[in-house]
């Protein structure tokens, strides 16, 4: 088989206190009947960050609710590694370029993975777009179809997709059981199974970034960044690529601080994203700095932790999203976790999750982004109803059990399990 993720047991039993009794209870009974039944998780070492946050949580509160559940990564030579990036882009833009030889690195790299595929499972579930022929290739290099019911979790918003490339993937998809996508506005018209379902992405309440951090903890950990505490902070997180430099958040930023000359600025990038482009963008940040003064940029050479992380937020007087990825945003679902404003710029996962006017504000130009933080920075009374209203969007619909619950049944449905209910 692949290489199996080691994760650190969770028990479900330490949610009580936050979700309360009747949802655990109804988990612990949706898990009754799929007790022992064999779950692989797959995805390629290239996953996407919120991704493997979500599986972190999901898989080791499956085993514990008594399924044998498994996360396991793709063998991803580096010889493929570009084809994978390529198909990403042409799944989420109908210009991204995709040629003859990806089509066949493609089918090499699903040849070379389903050579690998050794054992039997009741369900197993795709994270990796590029594995979703995998099925199809397992069957015809082993000569029969793989055990169990196939699931591909298609993570992006794939409406604006490369049509061929689409296509493609589709006939791919058809032996699967079912097709499971992030929000209901991602659903896409002609994917080809007879199962398609919504199963929100979730925050994990007891994970080190989204709990909170005492004021002295903060107070320790943000002043040696040279932040002031006393005066508003604007602080934008992001898992940005090269089409996300934070212009636009800069360029917003020059005009707050026309009006409000104390607001500072944290940008943080978790991206790991190649050395010349994090030097680009370094350089970018160093002109704005030079110019505006106060803004504090961290990156992965700052070894920013999750705790340091979810300081920031919580410190935080507004927070920022401009250039949010195709795909699900575990950054904007904590920070609505954690009682932020927010102002995004529109997306289609800003659209998906937040809702202007209650539970954040979006804009796009710099103007405008600039004129919603200050309405927020102007009336404190509103930015914390907008937090507060936010948090409670996602304990009523995003929260890890919530996910958890929707698989459960879906897991009961492929397999034709029925749980009990609860009296």
């Not at 104390?262 to 994090?278: F, R």
Request: net charge negative; hydrophobic share 40%; charged share 20%.
């Amino acid at each position: 088989m692949f290489g199996t993720i080691a994760l650190a047991p969770r028990s479900i039993e330490n949610y009580r206190p936050v979700v309360g009794d009747a949802v655990i209870d109804e988990l612990q009974a949706l898990a009754e009947p799929l007790q022992g039944k064999r779950v692989l998780y797959l995805c390629s070492p290239a996953a996407n960050l919120a991704v493997r946050a979500v599986l972190e949580s999901t898989v080791p509160l499956m085993v514990d609710l008594g399924i044998n559940a498994q996360w396991q990564q793709l063998r991803m030579p580096v010889e493929f590694q570009e084809m994978d990036s390529r198909l990403r882009r042409a799944m989420s833009r109908a210009d991204a370029p995709w040629t003859r030889e990806n089509a066949t690195q493609w089918q090499d790299f699903n040849e070379l993975n389903s050579r690998l595929y050794d054992e039997d499972f009741d369900v197993v579930v795709v994270h990796h777009t590029a594995s979703i022929s995998l099925y199809e290739t397992i069957t015809h290099v082993q000569g029969q179809k793989p055990a169990g019911a196939w699931v591909w979790h298609a993570h992006r918003d794939y409406r604006g997709a490369n049509p061929d490339v689409w296509e493609t993937v589709m006939r791919h998809a058809a032996g699967f059981a079912a097709t499971v996508s992030d929000y209901p506005e991602f659903v896409g018209d002609s994917v080809p199974n007879k199962v398609n379902v919504v199963i929100r992405p979730g925050v994990d309440p007891l994970s080190a970034s989204a709990q909170p951090v005492s004021e002295q903890v903060r107070r320790a950990l943000l002043t040696q960044r040279g932040l002031d505490l006393d005066q508003p902070i604007l602080c934008q997180v992001a898992r940005a690529n090269r089409e996300e430099y934070p212009v636009k958040v800069m360029d917003a930023y020059e005009l707050i601080k026309a009006y409000r000359p104390e607001v500072q600025l944290v940008l943080v990038n978790l991206s790991g994203i190649e050395s010349s482009d994090l030097q680009n963008m370094m350089n970018m940040v160093n002109t704005y700095q030079a110019k505006l003064g106060n803004i504090l940029l961290l990156t992965d050479l700052d070894k920013v932790g999750n705790v340091e992380l979810a300081s920031l937020r919580q410190e935080a007087t507004v927070i920022m999203h401009q250039g949010l990825p195709h795909g699900i945003s575990m950054e904007l679902l904590e920070e609505m976790w954690q009682s932020k404003p927010i102002v995004g710029g529109h997306s289609s996962v800003a659209e998906a999750t937040l809702t202007h006017g209650r539970t954040g504000l979006l804009a796009d130009t710099p103007l405008e982004q600039a004129e919603a933080v200050l309405s927020l920075l102007d009336s404190p009374a509103k930015a914390q109803r907008m937090g507060e209203r936010a948090h409670q969007e996602i304990a009523r619909r995003y929260m890890v059990t919530h996910h958890l619950e929707s698989y459960l049944k879906l897991m009961q449905r492929l397999l034709r399990k029925p749980g009990r209910k609860n009296s």
